[in-house]
């Protein structure tokens, strides 16, 4: 699409089917950071709990009828960190551990950065006292809009 083209652009909920393209253009466009260090494969899953979480939200750019970038993000970030880690995280996990022990610099990179981060967060979920009913006011929710990406073919073309 070209800017000042009378092409219809679609936004659509991302499917599953759209997973691959979604992982090969955050690896292409967004490269820093850990998680595109982890390959397409995690990509994948990791956009994948967006689009199953009841507090995400993941979201398919379409021109000329082809995929032309994404957005995912979040309602409420910490209860879809919840959700991603009650019903993603093991999966999460086994494929970061797959992806590092192919690219040993990505685990090292891992372990330097991010393994006291994780387990101190888990150790405070696991000690955390559960939560019972209250009465007393929710504290405010924060929405955080993750990743967009935008093939560069579709740049500039509104």
Same mark, same amino acid.
């Not at 709990?49 to 979040?74: K, Q």
């Not at 022990?101 to 994780?118: I, K, N, S």
């Given at each position: 699409?070209?800017?000042? @083209? =009378? @092409?219809?652009?679609?936004?659509?909920?991302?499917?599953? &089917?759209?997973?691959?393209? $979604?992982?090969?253009?955050?690896? #292409?466009? /967004?490269?820093? %950071? /850990?998680?595109?260090? /982890?390959?397409?494969?995690?990509?994948?899953?990791?956009?994948?709990?967006? $689009?199953? &979480?009841?507090?995400?939200?993941?979201?398919?750019?379409?021109? =000329?009828?082809?995929?032309? *970038?994404? /957005?995912?993000? &979040?309602?409420?970030?910490?209860?879809?960190?919840?959700?991603?880690?009650?019903?993603?995280?093991?999966?999460? $996990?086994? !494929?970061? %551990?797959? $992806?590092?022990?192919?690219?040993?610099?990505?685990?090292?990179?891992?372990?330097?950065? !991010?393994? *006291?981060?994780?387990?101190?967060?888990?150790?405070?979920? !696991?000690?955390?006292? #559960?939560?019972?009913?209250?009465?007393?006011?929710?504290?405010?929710?924060?929405?955080?809009?993750?990743?967009?990406?935008?093939?560069? @073919? #579709?740049? *500039?073309?509104?």
């Amino acid at each position: 699409m070209t800017p000042g @083209s =009378d @092409s219809p652009v679609h936004v659509r909920t991302m499917r599953a &089917s759209d997973l691959p393209f $979604a992982a090969r253009l955050h690896r #292409a466009c /967004l490269p820093h %950071g /850990l998680f595109p260090a /982890l390959g397409e494969r995690f990509l994948g899953r990791y956009l994948f709990t967006y $689009a199953t &979480s009841p507090f995400g939200v993941a979201l398919i750019v379409e021109a =000329d009828r082809e995929p032309s *970038g994404f /957005l995912v993000g &979040s309602f409420d970030d910490q209860a879809h960190r919840n959700h991603v880690v009650r019903h993603h995280g093991t999966s999460l $996990a086994v !494929r970061a %551990g797959v $992806a590092m022990l192919c690219r040993p610099p990505v685990a090292w990179r891992f372990l330097t950065t !991010r393994l *006291g981060r994780y387990a101190l967060g888990f150790t405070r979920r !696991r000690l955390a006292p #559960a939560r019972g009913v209250s009465t007393a006011m929710p504290e405010p929710s924060s929405a955080v809009l993750s990743h967009v990406a935008v093939a560069p @073919s #579709a740049r *500039g073309a509104g």
